[in-house]
């Protein structure tokens, strides 16, 4: 049997203004991501679409429907995704401690936390197996070696701990290229988003993230599988990681948007009392969105005359 992961990172150690750094691993069977590639490509054919995933660009409810569809598809499949959380002010009190360049420290991080990430990803794993690794093209970890080194210490491991996989390659690969990496990329942006609390900002790109989350997460068991299959582990300056609960950030942003929604869809069916049998067009106008916001306005409506959310979505 053939297993795959797929690395990504969000935000970095030494980037002003962030509390946090992000790294995460996506894994499953070589069959499985086949097939879900293969899915997700003819996904693309039928929406026609070609654009890649990626929760930072996704700034116009135009893709809204690809994005729901994939994530709503890849929550439910047989996958594994860890992220690993470093606050960042640890990182810098140690490196000033030991009188290290962040640079200096950053390389050391590369090479310890794809270690701790791939662990938790194939510490499930029984059988003769061999791990490929894929890993987000960047020149910082060509110029480290961390694909040998990771190759290395991650047999280590399984020797050493009596597991019968094998790392058989690490390689890097261009995201544009590679479904799994786009999908790893979209997956830690929402949960950087929820944990970061970037909902209750003030503008439109907010709103239209908000929106994708919220129908995702409030489709069918979708938060149940979504606490199942992302775990999340936060370094602190200590040896040990420490395990958090992704649920506390979901009910948090559910409850926020929930609020919202309230609010927003009792003022649309005021308009349409009002107004009836106008186009989408001129409501959306009578609520002041911008065009960017069609989508959301259009999934109040639906809920305003019984079709629920996300009806247009499975059209």
Do not use: C
């Amino acid at each position: 049997m053939i297993y795959n992961i797929y690395f990504d990172e969000a935000n970095k150690i030494d980037q002003p203004g962030k509390a946090n750094s992000y790294y995460g691993a996506y894994g499953g069977s070589e069959q499985t991501m086949t097939d879900i590639t293969q899915t997700i490509q003819r996904m693309y054919e039928e929406l026609g679409t070609k654009s890649e995933l990626h929760f930072r660009e996704y700034n116009h409810d135009q893709h809204l429907k690809k994005y729901f569809k994939v994530l709503h598809y890849i929550i439910n499949q047989d996958v594994n995704i860890n992220i690993l959380i470093v606050n960042n002010t640890e990182a810098h009190s140690i490196a000033e401690q030991l009188n290290l360049t962040m640079m200096e420290l950053r390389n050391l991080f590369y090479i310890k936390i794809p270690e701790r990430l791939f662990y938790g990803v194939t510490r499930h794993l029984h059988g003769q197996l061999d791990v490929n690794i894929q890993i987000d093209r960047n020149d910082e970890y060509d110029a480290l070696g961390l694909h040998s080194k990771i190759k290395e210490q991650m047999n280590a491991h399984s020797v050493y701990r009596s597991k019968r996989y094998k790392i058989a390659s690490v390689v890097s690969e261009e995201s544009h290229e590679s479904i799994p990496l786009q999908i790893i990329d979209t997956f830690m942006g929402i949960v950087v988003f929820l944990m970061e609390q970037s909902y209750m900002a003030d503008s439109n790109t907010t709103l239209i993230k908000s929106d994708l989350v919220y129908r995702f997460l409030s489709e069918g068991g979708n938060v149940e599988r979504f606490i199942k299959q992302i775990k999340l582990y936060s370094w602190n300056g200590n040896e040990n990681l420490s395990e958090l609960s992704v649920g506390n950030y979901i009910s948090q942003f559910m409850v926020y948007k929930a609020r919202y929604d309230v609010s927003e869809i009792a003022k649309l069916q005021a308009i349409m009392l009002k107004n009836p049998g106008l186009l989408a067009k001129e409501y959306r106008n009578l609520m002041e969105y911008p065009n960017t916001l069609t989508r959301m306005l259009l999934g109040y409506k639906d809920e305003v005359e019984g079709r629920g959310r996300n009806y247009l979505l499975f059209q």
